[in-house]
């Protein structure tokens, strides 16, 4: 099994800054894309960043400048460090990665995208 920890949420004022980890745990072969995604009241989720193994970011139009999504590989972790905080950016963030897994026979398994539970970010303003 593989599980998506994602921890840092909170509640902060417009302006401020937070910081969100996600830790991938588990029968882990090999990551290739982690990204951080976002549910707000009655909207769909929507991709607020991703990056690739080798370190290739993308970025919502909405978050450029002030959102900045890193990777640690031999932690098997993302991270988000969100500045100039708004209202608007008010939502439950959810963390994505794509992962192979190893079995115990020593094979390996395809490429499956597996979900953090959320954690919720509120931006008073």
């Known amino acids: 099994q593989v599980q998506l920890v994602e921890s840092g949420g909170g509640l902060v004022q417009a302006g401020g800054s937070l910081r969100l980890s996600c830790a991938a745990s588990?029968?882990?072969?090999?990551?290739?894309?982690m990204g951080w995604y976002r549910q707000a009241p009655g909207r769909q989720r929507e991709l607020v960043a991703s990056i690739t193994s080798g370190g290739r970011t993308n970025y919502q139009d909405s978050v450029k400048d002030r959102f900045t999504i890193s990777r640690d590989n031999d932690k098997n972790t993302v991270y988000l460090q969100m500045y100039s905080l708004k209202p608007e950016d008010t939502a439950v963030y959810y963390c994505?990665?794509?992962?192979?897994?190893?079995?115990?026979?020593?094979?390996?398994?395809?490429?499956?995208?597996?979900w953090g539970q959320g954690t919720q970010v509120t931006v008073s303003s």
């Open positions: 588990g029968s882990i072969f090999s990551i290739n894309a």
């Open positions: 994505n990665a794509e992962v192979r897994r190893q079995y115990v026979s020593g094979e390996f398994g395809p490429m499956v995208q597996y």
